[in-house]
T-cell receptor, first 110, second 113 residues
Framework: RKEVEQDPGPFNVPEGATVAFNCTYSNSASQSFFWYRQDCRKEPKLLMSVYSSGNEDGRFTAQLNRASQYISLLIRDSKLSDSATYLCVVNGGGSYIPTFGRGTSLIVHP | DADVTQTPRNRITKTGKRIMLECSQTKGHDRMYWYRQDPGLGLRLIYYSFDVKDINKGEISDGYSVSRQAQAKFSLSLESAIPNQTALYFC????????????FGPGTRLLVL
């Protein structure tokens, strides 16, 4: 079982839609959590960190559920420019080497 | 100027050749990483370094070696390239700590014929 699992999608949604992605992780000692965005053939870039109490950045909301070992990303009012792959990243305990999920592809269409 | 740079950006080579991919950073981070990305497989860690004297294998280090020449430079070598090493390679840096963000270079697209 992979340490960090994501539904690869693609999620195909119209502009203005709300879409949510989940990511599960297997290491219960994991301490920090992130969502990265990767555009086609480009480098990943940090979208947002995920905090225990949940956090919001504009149209993006991230949640952490430690009991069930998953994190989520909610995108409201989707824009064409949101089309990308979203990578879930989990840092384990100790040396904090990040583990990446395989990514979830989002396509927002007019 | 970009904080993390990689050279070359694209490379075509032949089976059996030795090649080196280079990474430089101006962020002053101690930690540097090399990943490869293949379609459907996501990012996989090849090697990482926590400082100049520290080198660690990642999950797929076979066939690769690295050198940390300075805090700002981390190079990846393929001693004898093979076709299944065709991939997109990323270098990344981060600061210390659990909440440290990783910053990626623009990637090197490698094709081994």
């Amino acid at each position: 079982r992979k340490e960090v699992e994501q539904d690869p999608g693609p999620f195909n949604v119209p502009e203005g839609a709300t879409v949510a992605f989940n990511c599960t992780y297997s290491n219960s000692a994991s301490q920090s959590f992130f969502w990265y965005r990767q555009d086609c053939r480009k480098e990943p870039k940090l979208l947002m960190s995920v905090y225990s109490s949940g956090n919001e950045d504009g149209r993006f909301t991230a949640q952490l559920n430690r009991a069930s070992q998953y994190i989520s990303l909610l995108i409201r009012d989707s824009k064409l420019s949101d089309s990308a792959t979203y990578l879930c990243v989990v840092n384990g305990g100790g040396s904090y080497i990040p583990t990446f999920g395989r990514g979830t592809s989002l396509i927002v269409h007019p | 100027d970009a904080d993390v740079t990689q050279t070359p950006r694209n490379r075509i080579t032949k089976t059996g050749k030795r090649i080196m991919l280079e990474c430089s950073q101006t962020k002053g981070h101690d930690r540097m990483y090399w990943y490869r990305q293949d379609p459907g497989l996501g990012l996989r860690l090849i090697y990482y370094s926590f400082d100049v004297k520290d080198i660690n294998k990642g999950e797929i280090s076979d066939g690769y070696s690295v050198s940390r020449q300075a805090q700002a430079k981390f190079s990846l070598s393929l001693e004898s390239a093979i076709p299944n090493q065709t991939a997109l390679y990323f270098c990344a840096t981060s600061d210390l700590g659990a909440q440290a963000t990783q910053y990626f270079g623009p990637g090197t697209r490698l094709l081994v014929l």
